[in-house]
């Protein structure tokens, strides 16, 4: 999709007090009036959005929405606020500031608008001196907001007076625009939803981002239904492509109008998704009075969605009018939300503005409330919302010691497969994400660390447990800590690189721990060893050993344990055990005979090795397991490679433990 380079359309929205005049200044500019439904205008009040077009002199096509004044209404109101570029705040000259004034102009402040004028209407009803003390006042309200100095008009919908300095305004707010960046992932809330015989399902809204084509693929959410894009209109006219900022009509397949309501999100699939919980920097009203308490039921306002739920405030305990706040927005229903995304809060019950801010992401977990490194990982992403490769690394270090799957980061950012691509091989470069051994996962360097500290806890608390082992396995380590063994292994390898933990055949055991064994046990344990290391290939059976020493079966067995976890005794098969250095004194008897006559006969070997079948044959699969021989017939030769094991270093031991 290309990037326009200049606006060729544009959106203007109005706001103010019910009754102030705001369709009739509408039809008055473009001569379409808003209101659509009999209702409307059979009652002289806006219910729903209306929507008008004109063109200004420059050819711009300029498309009005007109939002309802009355308070039942604000949610209408709000959805219409979305997408629009500019608003004209309708104040009459006969009420001046009104309620819905006042919480108008804080909505469209929450919402992130940022160019507008203000349009005194109906100065045919009042003299010259009131309408000049009107401006005053308003001049005084829009104060601190970003009307402030913005022009104030007069006019008169009646009599034509002042339309035109206010077509002017306009004109020059339109010339005002930034060009359009449709570079970025397609989505558009849906403001109206309806059939056209013949064609099927329409869609209509203002796209906040991306980029569209006739043809495209799209999704339905939070339904999740699959949909095509069969023709499109902009601003009213036929069009083959379409994007963030311009009014469009959407003609899509496969889906009924009425499986649509409005404040659902139609956009690119694959990148959107529904979440019952957003992470968001709130700010409360300066005008709101009293405390705001935590857990409060609110009614949550984006795009053209309104959703109830409940505010919780994770680094504050209340909040003072104009304070602000991280929080966690716990809706009932699912949203579509993106990071950036303006949202309004206004109370469940009686309905009335609290106030907004910024989405900063959505997760999967409830968090906990004055949590550190939940709050650095909001700010983190707040800080970076406008840098994609910064906010990645924030977002990836969101999910703590969750990995997060490759194919769910175009979900989290919102980004194309480019960005995102180039992004993550930057932070995996500079060491910032680790990958894990899958391939499929990540997780931030932070988040491993504080894994590998939760990895030695675990380890501790085995250790403590049972002290024998010379280590555990990755499996009893993820046991204990309740977590797949993928990542504890993940963990465990990060411990071991900093030598806080030290492994041996794939057991890990934390080097700080030192208690465990009494002074009988270093006693046996001695002993027991002695007894292996001199009875070379006629070494006694646990059981033996045990009625000779007079000691339990079971505690034998543990200090044997432990003797083969510091690769003191090897077990070479069911029931055999040998010293270490047994073993390596016959490695080497094996390796300087095949040196010297190319291969050793299984029957020979009995003879080099002074011991009986029962030790031969185990030792000669022992030493083919370990990679330092290969077996043809009867007759063992050194492997290519044999030289890593015959020269392994004493506390590496002579090759891998025999299966047990």
């Known amino acids: 999709m290309s990037q326009a380079t200049h606006v060729a359309h544009a959106v203007l929205g109005t706001a103010g007090h019910i009754d102030h005049g705001k369709s009739s200044l509408v039809k008055a ?74 919480e108008h102009l804080e909505i469209m402040t929450l919402l992130g608008l940022q160019r507008g004028c203000v349009v005194v209407t109906k100065v045919d009803m009042v003299d010259s001196d009131m309408v000049e003390l009107v401006e005053e006042e308003v001049k005084e309200f829009v104060a601190g907001t970003f009307l402030e100095g913005a022009p104030v008009l007069r006019c008169s919908s009646i009599t034509g007076e002042g339309l035109e300095e206010v077509r002017e305004v306009i004109h020059s707010m339109v010339l005002d625009i930034p060009p359009r960046d449709w570079d970025g992932v397609f989505r558009m809330p849906i403001q109206r939803a309806f059939t056209i015989k013949g064609h099927g399902t329409v869609v209509t809204g203002v796209p906040l981002s991306g980029g569209v084509s006739v043809g495209d693929q799209l999704q339905l959410l939070p339904q999740g239904l699959e949909c095509r894009i069969r023709g499109l209109h902009v601003h009213h006219k036929p069009a083959e492509e379409g994007g963030a900022g311009l009014r469009t009509a959407i003609n899509i397949s ?193 988040m491993v660390a504080r894994g590998s500290d939760e990895a030695q806890k675990a380890l501790l608390a085995l250790h403590e447990a049972d002290h024998y082992p010379f280590g555990f396995k990755v499996q009893a380590v993820a046991s204990h800590m309740k977590h797949p063994p993928g990542v504890v292994g993940t963990f465990l390898e990060a411990a071991r690189a900093s030598k806080l933990v030290e492994e041996q055949r794939a057991m890990f055991r934390l080097k700080a721990f030192k208690g465990g064994l009494s002074k009988e046990d270093r006693r046996l344990l001695g002993v027991i060893e ?117 020269t392994a270093q004493d506390d590496e031991g002579v090759g891998p433990a025999s299966p047990q």
């Open 29 to 102: 500019l473009t001569g379409t009036d808003p209101d659509r439904f009999k209702e409307e205008q059979d009652r002289g009040m806006t219910i729903d959005i209306g929507f008008a077009e004109y063109e200004t002199p420059e050819g711009v096509d300029v498309g009005l929405i007109d939002v309802p004044g009355h308070e039942r209404f604000i949610r209408n109101m709000v959805a219409g606020a979305s997408g629009m570029d500019m608003v004209m705040l309708v104040i009459a000259a006969d009420d001046s500031v009104m309620p819905q004034t006042r």
């Open 254 to 446: 496969d889906i009924g109008w009425r499986d649509v309501h409005r404040g659902d999100v139609i956009a690119a699939p694959g990148y959107f998704s529904s979440t019952r919980l957003v992470e968001a920097r709130f700010s409360l009203l300066p005008s709101w009075k009293g405390l705001l308490k935590d857990n409060i039921p609110v009614r949550f306002h984006v795009g053209c969605t309104e959703a109830l739920g409940r505010l919780v405030l994770l680094d504050a305990k209340r909040l003072e009018p104009g304070a602000d706040a991280l929080v966690q927005i716990r809706l009932d229903d699912p949203v579509v939300v993106a990071p950036g995304d303006h949202y309004l809060l206004r109370l469940a019950s009686p309905e009335r503005t609290l106030g907004g801010g910024l989405v900063l992401g959505e997760t999967r977990y409830r968090f906990k409330r004055f949590r550190d490194w939940i709050t650095e990982n909001m700010k983190g992403k707040e800080e970076h919302l406008g840098d994609r490769e910064a906010y990645l690394e924030y977002v990836i270090r969101s999910e703590g010691l969750h990995p997060v799957p490759r194919d769910r980061l175009a979900l989290l950012v919102k980004d194309t497969p480019a960005k995102l691509a180039e992004g993550l091989q930057s932070l995996l470069t500079a060491g910032r994400v680790i990958e894990l051994k899958d391939r499929k996962h990540v997780m931030h360097a932070d």
């Open 530 to 646: 002695g007894a292996f290391q001199a009875g070379g290939f006629a070494t006694p059976s646990v059981k033996v050993l045990a009625e000779e020493l007079d000691k339990p079966l079971k505690r034998v067995e543990n200090i044997l344990t432990l003797l083969q976890g510091w690769n003191r005794v090897v077990q070479i098969d069911k029931g055999v055990w040998l010293h270490r250095d047994v073993i390596r004194t016959a490695r080497d008897q094996v390796v300087a005979w095949c040196q010297e006559h190319g291969a050793l006969p299984s029957n020979q070997a009995k003879d080099l090795f002074g011991a009986t079948r029962k030790y031969v044959i185990p030792l000669l699969e022992y030493f083919d397991s370990a990679g330092l021989t290969v077996r043809a017939d009867s007759s063992r030769s050194l492997k290519d490679g044999y030289e890593s094991v015959w």
